[in-house]
């Protein structure tokens, strides 16, 4: 008996435990710590896992004690996990407030309101559109109104292995300048020696998904794309497109310049373990190509038949709908820090990405060289499907399979666009 | 008269006391489980309906949920995502299942008698269930990749070379997740059949040698028979976890290239948390609900039949 009675007692606290700590995890992180006189705290969330953690935490952290009106609260977790909890979390409002994305990926969230528009951020008083990079700030927009403000943007360049194009015979100072040299430079830096059909080394890293975009780079080198400019019309059954796509098709499958399959991060490590001669990346990559010993050159892609053109890219704040009042003051008094001359400084010194602004001097970036470096060449620049709704649907889930499948030879290049330009088209449409 | 009273009233006596003592215990049992009950309730019951209830509408976060009857459902028949991730959860399902189970076998027949290093085999046979999926499943991409993989260097040694890579791969993708997921059960499943192994009297065996049974005559009569309740439940849950395969496919291929490895439970990822279609990804889920509970009764009727009891 009384075993029994306390094999119930044992089964009834267990239980009420139980269900206290179900319970405990609903009250945490409303976001609204409107204390009447405290100040003002944001939850900011982005992905910078990488070597540019550390200046992201230097500005943050100035920021906060620079003054005691505003306090920013910032987690940093992989993009993967980002994306995987922010609409969710935005949803049951225990979401961030300010939270940082590629620009690409922001109307997606503005389509469903999930954010608030950020056109009165922008002024003289607050953040000035005309001492940014242009091309950031308008990248933000969706249908007429912008959604986010610039946090960082740079341009993609082509990186080369001085060693390797040593030891190829090619002049190490002297990075290919069209197609013509691209294409062949590419064959020389590709070897075989054990002739089992794999190479050990290969002219060039491209890849084909999970990655920032590089084959669109090839497209609009050529006068094609994924879509149009104005986000409108698919263009991947353009004969330019299809004609780039078959040109650099062949020379992976034929001549092995690059290996299929890799996702982006594949193709960094292949560049930074001396496997490839050549990738088109941003400064991201700068630390880790350093910490490697690899001796690179950076330049501008090689031209293509029709431009010389490479991608830009912008990571941008964004806003929660559900931040108003001060706290919409509060983060576009941070938005503004963020973007002053002292901070993008500070930013480009320490994390080797151009600055947004194009106000600042060569002298005042002297401190890192690549910084300079991935600003150049801004106006030769191109924003991968800016402005498009459905930005995930039309690149992971129609464009990359389709680029795969031809890379693995299931179909023919003009057979496989086609049916993408199709279903992107629909999905174009649809989002109108 | 007395004897006879009490001898009358001792069985009543005896059945309400019995009777309210299996009240008692009944009570006793519902309480010990009700924390199951309550975190089964709360963490899968509920979010199941919510599911079920969502599946019938075109919830996408944020706008309000639209009912739209069998609008999903009806979608998915057309879908040819669809039809190509359930081709590769039944593909997936069909290879891995039967080899996850025979292995199993093998290797509790094998470890169930006197060898050297039994005891260590026995572990690092096991290890890899007690090990996260999605941690392991890092490690064989590294195992696997051809550039840096230990694995294709090897295999490379003896003349295999994988000019992709097996992730990159769009025919050896898929059997590289196989690989891992059976890697990472097989243990389970030898651990019950090693159970189940030593629950079989010894003079069954005995008596067999004496009529001069050899070892096959042995397994076919004997040993497989009896491990029938083991066989059954073995294969209900290897059916059932790889129905709902995810964590190393995630990891190491994301469904690639070109959706070859995606199976329901990754399309239902990709619609619901990277497309925002919660109410269609709800409708995969559910799609999947109804094919692992079909699929488990009809198994449950196949083996009830050759059910044993000692």
């Not at chain 2, 059997?175 to 891992?180: E, K």
Request: hydrophobic share 45%.
């Amino acid at each position: 008996m009384r075993l029994r009675s306390r094999g119930r007692l044992v089964a009834i606290t267990a239980a009420i435990a139980l269900m206290s700590t179900a319970c405990a995890g609903q009250g945490q992180g409303g976001g609204d710590a409107g204390a009447a006189n405290g100040p003002v705290t944001l939850k900011f969330w982005n992905g910078f896992t990488g070597p540019d953690r550390a200046a992201v935490e230097g500005i943050v952290k100035k920021y906060n004690a620079s003054q005691n009106k505003v306090r920013i609260d910032m987690e940093i977790m992989p993009w993967d996990v980002f994306f995987e909890k922010l609409l969710p979390s935005l949803g049951s409002g225990t979401g961030p407030d300010i939270a940082a994305m590629d620009t690409a990926q922001i109307p997606q969230y503005a389509a469903r309101n999930v954010f608030q528009p950020l056109d009165d951020a922008y002024g003289p008083q607050g953040v000035d559109p005309n001492a940014l990079v242009r091309s950031a700030v308008d990248a933000t927009t969706f249908k007429g109104k912008k959604y986010g403000v610039p946090m960082n943007f740079t341009t993609l360049k082509l990186y080369w292995n001085k060693d390797m194009f040593r030891e190829a015979g090619l002049d190490p100072e002297k990075p290919p300048a069209d197609w013509d040299e691209f294409g062949s430079y590419a064959k020389k830096l590709t070897k075989d020696d054990d002739g089992d059909g794999k190479p050990e080394q290969y002219g060039l890293a491209i890849a084909d998904h999970a990655t920032i975009a590089m084959w669109p780079i090839l497209f609009w080198q050529n006068g094609g794309g994924v879509v149009s400019e104005d986000g409108r019309t698919a263009t991947l059954d353009d004969p330019a497109t299809i004609e780039a796509a078959r040109h650099w098709a062949d020379l992976i499958t034929k001549d092995k310049i690059a290996p299929v399959g890799l996702g982006g991060a594949d193709a960094d490590k292949l560049f930074q373990s001396k496997k490839a001669a050549m990738e088109i990346v941003g400064p991201w990559m700068t630390t880790g190509f350093k910490q490697a010993g690899i001796d690179f050159g950076i330049a501008m892609p090689p031209a293509g038949p029709k431009a010389q053109v490479t991608l830009g890219t912008s990571v941008a704040f964004t806003l929660s709908a559900r931040a108003v009042g001060a706290k919409k003051q509060a983060a576009e008094n941070f938005f503004a820090y963020w973007n002053s001359k002292e901070s993008q400084t500070y930013w480009s010194v320490n994390s080797g990405f151009p600055p947004n602004r194009t106000d600042l001097t060569a002298d005042a970036l002297k401190g890192n060289p690549y910084s300079a470096l991935f600003g150049q060449d801004a106006d030769k620049s191109r924003f991968y499907l800016a402005g498009v709704q459905e930005f995930q649907k039309v690149n992971e889930t129609i464009f990359e399979p389709a680029l795969q499948r031809v890379l693995n030879g299931k179909g023919d290049v003009e057979q496989v666009f086609g049916q993408a330009d199709k279903d992107i088209q629909t999905v174009l449409d649809n989002a109108q | 008269m007395t004897t006879s009273v009490t001898t009358a009233a001792k069985p009543v006596a005896r059945r309400t006391r019995a009777g309210s003592a299996r009240r008692r215990q009944a009570r006793a049992a519902w309480l010990f489980m009700l924390p199951t009950l309550v975190v089964l309730g709360v963490f899968v019951v509920w979010p199941m309906l919510q599911a079920l209830y969502l599946s019938f509408t075109d919830y996408q976060v944020f706008a309000p949920a639209r009912w739209i009857g069998l609008g999903n459902y009806q979608k998915l028949l057309s879908d040819p995502a669809f039809g190509n991730a359930l081709v590769n959860t039944l593909y997936y399902a069909a290879v891995t299942t039967p080899v996850s189970v025979a292995l199993a076998l093998g290797l509790a027949l094998m470890l169930n008698r006197p060898m050297p290093l039994r005891g260590f085999v026995r572990t690092a046979v096991f290890v890899p269930v007690v090990i996260s999926l999605a941690i392991v499943a890092i490690a064989w991409s590294f195992l696997l990749d051809p550039d840096i993989g230990l694995l294709s260097y090897w295999l490379s040694k003896v003349g295999i070379v994988s000019g992709q890579g097996w992730l990159r791969d769009p025919s050896l993708a898929m059997p590289a997740v196989m690989l891992v997921g059976i890697w990472k059960n097989v243990g389970f499943y030898m651990v019950m059949y090693l159970a189940g192994l030593q629950s079989i009297p010894t003079a069954l065996y005995e008596a067999a040698r004496v009529d001069g049974a050899g070892a096959w005559p042995q397994f076919r009569r004997i040993t497989w028979p009896l491990l029938a309740n083991q066989t059954m439940l073995i294969v209900i849950l290897a059916a059932i976890s790889t129905l709902q395969a995810f964590d190393q496919i995630f990891v190491m291929t994301h469904g690639g290239p070109f959706f070859r490895t995606e199976t329901l439970v990754m399309m239902t990822y990709r619609v619901g948390f990277k497309e925002f279609q919660f109410g269609y990804a709800a409708a995969v889920s559910w799609a999947l609900v109804l094919l692992i509970f079909v699929l488990s009764m009809l198994q449950t009727a196949y083996f009830r039949k050759r059910a044993v009891t000692y």
